[in-house]
Nanobody
Framework: VQLQASGGGTVQDGGSLRLSCAAS????????MVWFRQAPGKEREFVAI????????AYTDSVKGRFTISRDNAKNTVYLQMNRLKPEDTAIYYC????????????WGQGTLVTVSS
């Protein structure tokens, strides 16, 4: 499975972006899908997860109420809707897939850069 993240760009403080993570070469239907981000000079951090059944989501505290993760298994794609963006959201965003019941991330996307200007 290959993951292709897209949708990044530069927006002003308070703006919105929607990231996409399109999978090819196999189905992500049985994978929990996760978004991570890595800001300049910082370690990679968890942002959001949507379970393989699609019914459960979880977010890091700093994005709760602003970001929404979703998936469309028919399109083999996961999304991250980011609203009310802040300069501290500036980072490279990565999507990853973890097989249901597994402990490791099986696949990673290449990352897409989000820059929020103040």
């Amino acid at each position: 499975v290959q993951l292709q993240a897209s949708g990044g760009g530069t927006v002003q403080d308070g703006g919105s972006l929607r990231l996409s993570c399109a999978a090819s070469g196999g189905s992500i239907r049985t994978y929990n899908m996760v978004w991570f981000r890595q800001a300049p000079g910082k370690e990679r951090e968890f942002v959001a997860i949507v379970t393989w059944l699609g019914g459960s989501t979880a977010y890091t505290d700093s994005v709760k109420g602003r970001f929404t993760i979703s998936r469309d298994n028919a399109k083999n794609t996961v999304y991250l809707q980011m609203n009310r963006l802040k300069p501290e959201d500036t980072a490279i965003y990565y999507c990853a897939a973890r097989k249901a019941g597994g402990n490791e991330y099986n696949y990673w996307g290449q990352g897409t850069l989000v820059t929020v200007s103040s």
